[in-house]
């Protein structure tokens, strides 16, 4: 057993775990329903991101960490936009690492999915906080 690939991995369980939980606390608080329903759609995606690692930690003969993660109770929009966004970056960057650490191609592949997701996500937060920020900006121009 590649013991510092399950140790990276159950890092990057962690966090799906704190992925999961934020995107579905904010998701009860924001205003927006366009951002409502993206939060929705992550935890769902993080969800099955930490199903997809559990199953590969222990198919590598490694032990699964559960552990109930802090979260960010941010009641800003944009505060919780810029957060989120933060996260994904953080969360491409570690699965990248992870990706090079990995010898088998089922493995690599996993990452790789998870990696594209995880840029959407970014992608898609990115665009709702331009759309956000425009509307506070027409906002202002308007008083």
């Known amino acids: ?3 510092l690939l399950v140790k990276r991995l159950n890092e990057q369980l962690v966090s799906e775990y704190e992925a ?3 995107y579905l606390y904010h998701s009860t608080k924001v205003k927006s329903d ?3 329903k993206a939060m929705e759609d992550f935890s769902r995606d ?3 991101h930490a199903r997809m690692l559990i199953s590969y930690i222990i198919s590598l003969g ?3 960490v559960f552990m109930m993660p802090k979260v960010n109770q941010e009641q800003d929009e944009v505060q919780v936009l810029i957060y989120s966004i933060a996260a994904e970056e953080s969360a ?3 699965y990248t690492m992870v990706q090079q650490i990995i010898d088998d191609v089922e ?3 996993i990452i790789g999915r998870t990696i594209r997701v995880e840029e959407e996500h970014h992608r898609k937060l990115e665009e709702i906080l331009n759309k956000v920020k425009e509307f506070y900006k027409g906002k202002r121009g308007a008083k």
Do not use: A, D, H
Request: glycine share 10%; aromatic share 4%.
């Open 107 to 109: 493995g690599r592949e």
């Open 20 to 22: 999961v939980f934020n």
């Open 46 to 48: 993080e969800l099955e």
């Open 92 to 94: 491409v960057k570690m």
């Open 1 to 3: 057993m590649n013991e």
């Open 34 to 36: 366009e951002i409502r």
């Open 62 to 64: 490694g032990e699964p």
